[in-house]
């Protein structure tokens, strides 16, 4: 999936809070072959975009100079608002693949845990190389293959696009199945023993002193 995006030159004159006053927000965009730019970005349309898009799609860029397809590498949070503050890009060089983590998107019932077994998830995304024109938005994890203890899934087992090459170690555990095991509750004190039992001898002697008194 590719998203547009218009931006605009950032003036150096213009001040970050004239910027926002106006309801847009500074952002930068660079690359291998690409000078550090500085540009705005009207920052309702960036929150929407980044909101559905993430890390893992591709954002064009039109509006300085020819487009540029882009990824978003780091976005800035308002610690109290949670606006977004800043953005940068990063500009995708044509025809190289890029190295990325992509999330995993866990689907599917484990046979497992319907048999009341614990489904582990160890990783929630993996690391690949691919082509930009086959980036996926997450990877989909099957989790019906989890049948009894001990079953689990490797990064190896994931799908990927044909471009795509695994850097993540393929033996890596994605999901296992682990044995619920309940736990014992603690044996009930022996008080009614322990209310019956006879006095020891001091203890009596001294009860007796106390009825004759």
């Known amino acids: 999936m590719i998203v547009k995006l218009e931006v605009s030159p950032r003036d150096s004159k213009e001040s970050t809070e004239t910027l926002r006053q106006r309801g847009a ?13 500085a540009i705005s970005i009207d920052a309702r349309k ?9 890390e893992t799609t591709i954002i064009t860029l039109s509006g300085a100079g020819e487009d ?4 978003i590498r780091d976005v800035q949070f308002h ?3 949670s606006a ?5 890009f990063y500009v995708l ?4 693949k890029i190295t990325i983590n992509i999330p995993l ?24 190389e691919v082509s930009p024109a086959e980036l996926p938005h997450n990877l989909p994890v099957d989790l019906a293959i989890l049948v009894g203890v001990g079953d689990h899934i490797t990064a190896a087992q994931i799908k990927l696009p044909p471009s795509a090459t695994l850097i993540t170690d393929p033996e890596e555990i994605v999901a296992s199945v682990t044995e619920h095991i309940e736990e014992k509750e603690p044996a009930p004190a022996e008080s009614a023993a322990a209310e019956g039992a006879a006095p020891a ?10 009825a004759k008194e």
């Open 25 to 37: 927000i500074p952002a930068v965009f660079y690359g291998p072959k690409e000078e550090s730019t």
């Open 46 to 54: 960036l929150a929407s975009i980044w909101k559905d898009a993430g």
């Open 68 to 71: 540029k397809d882009t990824l």
């Open 79 to 81: 610690p109290v608002t």
């Open 84 to 88: 977004l503050l800043h953005a940068d």
């Open 93 to 96: 060089e044509k025809g190289k």
């Open 105 to 128: 998107e866990f689907e599917g019932q484990a046979p497992a845990e319907k048999a009341g077994h614990v489904i582990s998830k160890a990783l929630h995304e993996i690391e690949i």
């Open 201 to 210: 001898e001091g203890e009596a002697t001294a009860a007796e002193g106390e």
